[in-house]
């Protein structure tokens, strides 16, 4: 893409926008994706469902080993199944590694190009003092949580509810009373997570709101000398407030969620360990359990915060679109906030 050019001196006209920036940007961070990326995201979801069916695998592996051991059988047969497990993990790992750098890659393509077209915005509206105070906010700090959420706007919820789901259906194969209680445990967070993130959220859009006034403001009353400004140091407080209030909202989040999580392994010790005890279910199977738990945790933690992050970054796409397809409501002198 080619850059734009600084107006050259004595030329009051403001240099042509390149084809891509000069193009309206869509209302919605997810037609946003479509348009830059839809063969990428295509490529990414094939890896991610391979990802998350070869997930699976070392459950069902672990089971067996235990079961092996617990019942005497030759140790060949168990050193055979802990080399295919090693097997298993080096071509997931791997799997995994090339699509989370590939998200990376159109993660890293997106910021660029939104920064490449608030450049072109800049460049066509220099004579607004304010503008370069809102490219210093654009450019720096929000361009770039928008531009990672495209990378995993598809695969991250594919992969995660993937995992999710196929765990729990290999739970409740292995055994439908644990599956029960463990998925009994899990309902709560299904009401107090989507409160608390409505929460996050809030605070997060304020936030971005009260950064991008300070920068305007710096920029546009002369430097360092505005930044003691006492309405850019109320600014400076009010986000002090606003992070502190996110904080506490994600580490409270975090703690509940861990504390079901818990109480899902003290549930299936419980019922697993009377089944094993009348002879109702196999050593391996309350192990394989446990780790299903285990793995119930981080794609579930993973999904929580996507749905955080896609809320957070279409919110802030529709604040730099709403600058750089001239929305009046999102205008330099109305941005300060």
């Known amino acids: 893409m080619a850059a734009v050019h600084p107006i050259s001196a004595g030329d009051p006209r403001p240099p042509a926008a390149p084809p891509d920036a000069a193009r309206r940007l869509p209302a919605h961070v997810f037609r946003y994706v479509v348009e830059s990326s839809a063969l990428h995201q295509i490529l990414i979801l094939v890896m991610t469902v391979a990802v998350f069916f070869i997930e699976l695998v070392p459950l069902e592996l672990q089971r067996r080993i235990v079961n092996d051991l617990a019942k005497d059988r030759a140790y060949s047969a168990v050193l055979t199944l802990c080399l295919v497990y090693a097997g298993v993990v080096l071509v997931h790992g791997t799997t995994k590694l090339f699509m989370n750098i590939y998200r990376g890659w159109v993660g890293e393509t997106a910021v660029r190009d939104l920064r490449r077209r608030v450049q072109a915005w800049v460049g066509i509206t ?28 598809l695969s991250e919820p594919v992969l995660q509810g993937g995992v999710l789901l196929s765990v729990l259906a290999y739970m409740i194969h292995i055994d439908v009373w644990m599956a029960m209680g463990a998925i009994g445990l899990f309902v709560p967070q299904l009401v107090f997570v989507p409160i608390m993130q409505r929460a996050i959220i809030r605070r997060t859009t304020s936030r971005i709101r009260a950064l991008r006034g300070l920068s305007v403001s710096i920029a546009s009353s002369g430097g360092p000398a505005a930044s003691q400004d006492a ?107």
């Open 126 to 153: 220099q004579s607004d003092p304010d503008a370069a105070g809102l490219e210093i906010s654009l450019i720096v700090a929000e361009v770039e949580p928008v531009g990672a959420f495209v990378g995993d706007c």
């Open 231 to 337: 309405k850019n140091l109320a600014r400076v407080d009010r986000v002090f407030v606003l992070d502190m209030g996110i904080f506490k909202l994600k580490f409270s989040l975090n703690f509940l969620m861990n504390l079901c999580n818990h109480l899902q392994i003290v549930c299936a010790l419980a019922i697993g360990g009377w089944l094993v005890y009348s002879d109702q279910l196999e050593i391996g199977g309350v192990v394989a359990f446990i780790s299903g738990v285990g793995r119930l945790n981080d794609p579930w933690g993973d999904l929580v915060n996507y749905f955080r992050d896609a809320s957070v970054a279409n919110a802030k796409y529709r604040l730099i679109a709403g600058v750089l397809n001239g929305f009046s409501e999102t205008s330099p002198a109305t941005a300060r906030g």
